[in-house]
C-alpha cells in the first residue's frame, strides 16, 4: 500500500493523513454534513449511524482517512482508498470509462457548510496521487452530484453497495490515454 506523508496545500486549505486526535472533528464535520444533506431534500443517504465514529477510526487506521484544514480548524473529511473496491465490481446500465488500471475511490466525503472549495481542494489532492479516480453518490444528493460532473467526471452506470443499495458511479481519467 502506498502511503503519502505529506501535507497538500490548496489555497489556504491544508489536507493532511487523519489521525485520532481528529476523529471527534471529523465527527462533527460528518453531522454537519448530514445537515447539509437533509436540508437538499437527501433523507436516505447516511443514515442510521452511518459514517459511525468505528468507521472513521477504521479510516484512520488503514491510513485512508485524511482531513482538510482551514484556519487551523478540520473543516472536511474523506477517505482515499486504493483499488479494488469490491461493489464497483459489477456495475449496471454502463461501464466504467477504463477497467484494467488501478484507481483509487473516494468515499465519506464531509464539509462544513461555511467552508468552500472543499470539494475541489481534495479532489485536486487525489488527483495529485492518481490519474483515476472512482467515486459514487446517492441519487438523492443532488449538491454532491453538481460537484462531481463540476469538476470533470463521467457518470459510469449503477453500483450496488453490500446493503444492495444503488449509487450513482463515477470515473475521470486525468492524463490518461484511453
Known sequence: MQRY?????????????ANTEDVTAIMEVLEAAKGIMRASG????WVNGYPSRE????????????VVIDAAAVVGYFAFIPSPEPTYSY??????????????????????????????AIMDW?????PNIRIDTHRDNHIMQHCILSYGFTYCGIIYLESGDPRLAYQ???????
Not at 506523508?5 to 493523513?17: A, H, N, P
Not at 437527501?42 to 443517504?45: M, P
Not at 468507521?55 to 485524511?66: L, R, S, Y
Not at 449496471?92 to 475541489?120: K, M, N, Q
Open 5 to 17: 506523508e505529506f501535507s497538500f496545500v490548496y489555497l489556504c486549505m491544508t489536507i493532511r493523513r
Open 42 to 45: 437527501n433523507a436516505l443517504q
Open 91 to 120: 456495475i449496471e446500465g454502463g461501464s466504467w470509462l477504463e477497467d484494467t488500471l488501478p484507481y483509487h475511490v473516494v468515499h465519506r466525503i464531509g464539509s462544513l457548510p461555511s467552508a468552500h472549495g472543499v470539494f475541489r
Open 55 to 66: 468507521v472513521i477510526e477504521a479510516d484512520i487506521a488503514a491510513g485512508f482517512g485524511h
Open 126 to 130: 487525489c488527483f495529485s496521487k492518481d
Open 172 to 178: 475521470r481519467l486525468a492524463n490518461l490515454i484511453h
